[in-house]
C-alpha cells in the first residue's frame, strides 16, 4: 500500500504506519529544494552552481540549495558530478530526485522507494532506522516546508492521470473508479440539525405569528423585515426584552385581522454574519420596494461582479462554525440559484493567537490580560501596531513579552533620526560601488518586503525594515546622504513602513518634502537588475573541511575560482 501524500494529514497518517509515500500531486509554484553535507561533495560544486545561476547558501557545513522545477534536472546533473564515493543527494518539492554517484532515481513508485532506500541505507548504516524514502527526507529539516502543500497541481507519477490538472482529476479518477469496479462515487453528510432561536433581543426577529383563531402564522413577504424595536428594555432577570415590549409583542393576525403576537425568540446571529459579505456589497437593495417572493436580498450584479471573497483571515475558532454556515449559506443560495458560486472565499489564512505573558490564553480570571489601551498611552500606536507584527509569526502567535516592545519603540526612533538628521558632508564624487551597494539593498528590501507582505510574514517584514534602516544608516557615515540612491532609499523605506507604523510614516514622508499622502502612493517596485548580487561567497575546502571562505564574482569560471583559492 502506498499513500498520495501531498496533504500534511495523508503524510503524518503515512509516517505513522510506515506506508510509502508517492508524490502524485505536484506544486503549482514549482519550488524545490536540495541540501547537501558539504563533505559529500568536491569544492567544484560551488563554483558550478554559481555559474548555472543555481541559488545557494553554506551554513553550517551544509549546501542549501533552492531553485525552481525546471533547473532540478540541470542541478542533479551537476550534483552527480561533484558528489564524492559513497555520497548521494535529494531534490525535493517541484521535482522528486536521489542522486548517487552512478544514477539519478526518481521517486515515482512504490518499487522506486525501496530500491532508493536500499541504496541509502547500503550507503549509510544510519539510514537503516527508516521505513521509506518520504520518512528520510523528512529527518532533514531543510525539506520539511516543501514535503507537502494543499493546492491543486498536476497530477504526476499517476500513469493515465499525469498531467491531468488537479481539480480536474479528482473527476476522472472518480470516474475511472466506477469504470472498473473499485469503486462508487457518494456523498456522505453530517451536518446535526441547527437550532437558529435564540431567548435574547439581539439578533434579526423570526418573521412568525401566532392567532388563537389561525394558529402558527408566517408574516407576508411585503410585510418584512420585521425590525427589532429600539427602544426595549432589558430586564434585570435577564430575561428577553422582547417579551415584555407590548408594542413589539401585539399585532394582527395577516390571515384574519384578529388579536395575535410575535414570536420573541430571535435567530442565532450567524444566520446574519454567515452571509455579510453579500449584503455588504449593497446594504440598501431596493429597501424601499415592498418584499414579495422573488425579491433578492442583495444586488446580484454586485455579488457576481465583487465575489467570491479573495481573502479570507480570522482564528482557527471560526473553522467549527462560522465557516461551516458560511459555507452552507453560499451553497444553498448556489442550488436556488441566487448565486453562481460554490465556495464563499477562494483563498483562508488563520492567524495565531497571543498569549498572556505566562504562555496561557488570556483571560481576566487569570489575571493576564494586556489591554492595548494602556500600551497606546504609553508607546504610541505606532509602537504597538508594529511590534504586534514583529514580535510573533502571523500564523502562529505566542506569548506576549513586554521586554519586546522596547525593541520597537528603539526602532523607530533611530529610523526618525535616520531620516530627519543630516549626515556628514556628502562626498562630491560618491563612490560608484558604495552608490550600487546602496541601491542593491534598497530593491532587496522592496522585493523581499512585497514577498513578506503577500504571504502574511509581518515579523519577517519588520525585520527586513530594520535591516534596511540599518545599510541606510552605514551608507549615510559614508557620505551618501541627499544622494539620488538616499532619497530612493528614505523613499522606499517609508513607503513599507506605511502599513505598519501609519502616523510616523506620513509625518516623515511630509517632513522631507513628499506630496500628501503617503497613503494615496503606489507601492514601490524592484528592479531585479539592480538588486541582483554582484559576488558570492564561496567556501574553501581541504581534504573536506572548509579553511576559508572567498568573494568571488558570480560569473567566475572555475579555473580563476581555482587561482584564487
Known sequence: ?????????????????????????????GATRSTIPASSVDEGLASALAQAGICFEERDGQYNVSMHADDADRYATLLREHLRPG????????????????????????????????????????????????????????????????????????????????????????????????????????????LISRQRYWGAPIPIVYCPDCGTVPVPYEELPVLLPEDAVIPPSGENALKFHEGFLRTTCPQCGGPATRETDTMDTFMCSSWYQYAYLSPYYREDEPAHADSMPFDPAEAEYWLPVDLYTGGIEHATMHLIYTRFFTKVMRDLGIVDLDEPMTRLCNQGIILGEDGEKMSKSRGNVIAPDSLVARYGADTVRGYLMFGWRWDQGGPWDSKGIEGLTRFLNRVWDNILEPGPGRESSPDDDK????????????????????????????????????????AKEAGLYGTEAWSEAVEALLLMLAPACPHIAEELWTRTGRPYSIHAQAWPQWDEAVAAEETVTIPVQVNGKVRDRIQVPVDVDQETMRSLA
Open 1 to 29: 500500500m502506498a499513500v498520495p501524500a501531498h496533504d500534511e494529514r495523508d503524510f503524518e497518517f503515512a509516517l505513522k504506519f510506515g506506508l510509502a509515500i508517492i508524490p502524485v500531486i505536484d506544486r503549482p509554484d
Open 435 to 474: 552608490l550600487r551597494a546602496l541601491r542593491r539593498k534598497v530593491h532587496q528590501a522592496i522585493r523581499r518586503g512585497t514577498e513578506d507582505m503577500q504571504s502574511f510574514g509581518f515579523n519577517t517584514y519588520i525585520a527586513n525594515l530594520m535591516e534596511l534602516n540599518n545599510a541606510m544608516l552605514k
Open 87 to 194: 555520497a548521494w543527494g535529494e531534490v525535493v518539492g517541484g521535482r522528486w530526485l536521489f542522486v548517487f554517484a552512478d544514477e539519478i532515481l526518481e521517486l515515482d513508485s512504490v518499487e522506486a522507494d525501496q530500491a532508493i532506500l536500499a541504496r541509502c541505507q547500503a550507503l549509510e548504516p544510519a539510514a537503516r532506522s527508516y521505513q521509506t524514502a518520504m520518512e528520510l527526507l523528512w529527518s532533514r529539516p531543510y525539506y520539511r516546508d516543501g514535503l507537502f502543500h494543499a493546492e491543486y497541481g498536476t497530477m504526476i507519477h499517476s500513469e493515465e492521470f499525469s498531467g491531468t490538472a488537479g481539480d480536474v482529476a479528482k473527476a476522472r479518477v472518480t470516474e475511472w473508479l466506477e469504470e472498473t469496479g473499485r469503486g462508487h462515487y457518494r456523498i456522505n453528510y453530517r451536518l446535526h440539525d441547527w
